[in-house]
């Protein structure tokens, strides 16, 4: 039964304090992705990765960073939380689509974590 | 910028009815999908259009492509109450996906 698992359901931080999502996946994907999503407005990709060590920015970056260090896992991180990050975070893999980066993207399926929802006082 | 513009964003039915969700946009996509969320859950995949015009059905539920590849439908027929739940459309573009705004389905007993 293929998984993506988030670190935490449930998080309350205060403004200010750094924060550390974390996602693994045991799928072997080469894709992972960061989103958050919010009533009325989808999910938003924040960061998305290919590769070991490899990001790129997506819609909403500002007041985020990622790290990804091993394939399987990918952190989301908040220097310095404030109260308009307070969302809910899901993190999703996918295989690499070899026509991604040059064109022709045509999606494979993402698999989803089961969000954390964070909120920031 | 919201790429892709989902209707209705709520709707409440009796079981039996039938329903149409939109997903539209201005935009090109090289593929298209359709996920369903349940409270507490990330969203699932129900499917993947990838040619314009693409017709695909899953049990009671047909899913659409435009002929353009700027917009999908969902038609439910004879709704369940199993099939309450938020329903998202998904764009294929550049290296990323583009989620649509979201309808969120009851469906009462």
């Known amino acids: 039964d293929v998984k993506v698992t988030q670190s935490s359901r449930y998080l309350v931080k205060r403004t200010g304090e750094k924060v550390f999502l974390e996602c693994v996946q045991d799928?072997?994907?080469?894709?992972m992705f960061w989103y958050r999503q919010d009533p009325g407005l989808g999910l938003r990709l924040i960061y998305f990765?290919?590769?070991?060590?490899?990001?790129e920015k997506g819609d909403i970056p500002e007041g985020y960073s990622v790290s990804r260090e091993k394939k399987e896992r990918f952190s989301l991180i908040l220097e310095s939380a404030s109260t308009n990050q307070t969302s809910m975070y899901l993190c999703?893999?996918?295989?690499?689509?070899?026509?991604?980066?040059?064109?022709?993207?045509?999606?494979?399926?993402?698999?989803f974590g089961p969000g954390t929802r964070l909120t920031v006082l | 910028t919201q790429l892709l513009e989902q209707s209705p964003q709520f709707l409440s039915i009796q079981e039996g009815e039938n329903l149409t969700v939109y997903c539209n946009s201005s935009?090109?996509?090289?593929?298209l999908q359709w996920y369903r969320q349940e409270p507490g859950e990330g969203p699932v995949l129900l499917v993947t259009?990838?040619?314009?015009?693409e017709v695909k059905k899953l049990k009671r539920l047909t899913f659409q492509f435009g002929d353009a590849r700027k917009d999908s439908s969902l038609h439910i027929t004879a709704a369940q109450p199993g099939d309450t739940g938020l329903y998202l459309c998904?764009?294929?573009?550049?290296?990323?996906?583009?989620f649509g705004t979201g309808t969120r389905l009851k469906v009462l007993a």
């Open positions: 999703a893999s996918s295989l690499f689509d070899s026509g991604g980066l040059a064109g022709g993207f045509g999606g494979n399926e993402q698999f």
């Open positions: 799928m072997d994907h080469e894709n």
């Open positions: 990765s290919y590769d070991v060590k490899m990001k």
């Open positions: 935009s090109v996509f090289s593929s």
């Open positions: 259009v990838v040619t314009g015009g």
């Open positions: 998904a764009g294929a573009r550049a290296y990323k996906y583009i």
